[in-house]
């Protein structure tokens, strides 16, 4: 297993434009996080997926932002007309367990958003 | 949410341990302490976890105060590549993880 996987490592778009990111996880993870983090902050939460079934989603996640795990296995995260504010990078995690306290995270290398 | 507090940076040199502090007071009785830690450009990576006992693993060991109240996270032997941010984090149940702002590690050689 190569961990979880994040495509593309950077994105680089204009403002107005829609963009889509997809993440891997491990196989065996039930688990999908999705967070984002910009310069100098601790990630902050986005959304997760147990399975398929989105189960919880941040007030940082506006309408512009939808998130998807068909089938249990991977996920994408959709940003509709981009705006500057969004540039950061975008993390996704996954774990075993339904997330069980004594379970740890696996985190991908991120997707970096540039808006210009 | 119990929160943790993280001294904003530290230094030490290498070759030597280090012991980067994370006060819990507000910590419930079964929530776990999670480690992470983040090198620059890249995801967070899970260090070490524990409830009440000290652990030891191939990282790092994690020392838990007897109140629960604050853990120290230790590495035996720091090498520069063990420079990074790190994140002292309560996890409560199947909650999702929340992170702080960390402590900054720097390694002098």
């Known amino acids: 297993d190569t961990g979880v996987s994040q495509n593309p490592r950077h994105k680089i778009t204009k403002r107005g434009q829609n963009v889509t990111f997809r993440c891997d996880p491990i196989s065996e993870h039930n688990r999908l996080y999705w967070y984002r983090q910009t310069l100098g902050q601790g990630p902050e939460f986005l959304t997760y997926f147990q399975n398929e079934a989105q189960l919880e989603k941040s007030r940082l996640l506006s309408d512009r932002f939808s998130a998807e795990r068909p089938k249990g296995s991977f996920s994408t995260l959709e940003i509709q007309r981009t705006e500057q504010g969004d540039s950061a990078m975008y993390l996704c995690a996954s774990s075993a367990a339904g997330g069980r306290p004594s379970y740890g995270y696996t985190f991908g290398s991120g997707t970096r958003l540039t808006v210009v | ?109």
């Open chain 2, 1 to 109: 949410d119990a929160k943790t507090t993280q001294p904003n940076s530290m230094e030490s040199n290498e070759e030597e341990p280090v012991h980067l502090p994370c006060n819990h007071s507000t910590i419930s009785g079964t929530d776990y302490i999670h480690w992470y830690r983040q090198l620059p450009s890249q995801g967070p990576e899970y260090v070490i976890h524990g409830l009440t006992s000290n652990v030891n693993n191939r990282m790092a060991s994690l020392a838990i105060a007897e109140d629960r109240k604050s853990s120290t996270l230790i590495l035996h032997r720091a090498t520069l590549r063990d420079a990074a941010v790190y994140y002292c984090i309560l996890k409560f149940g199947n909650e999702k993880l929340t992170f702080g702002t960390g402590t900054r590690l720097t390694i002098i050689p």
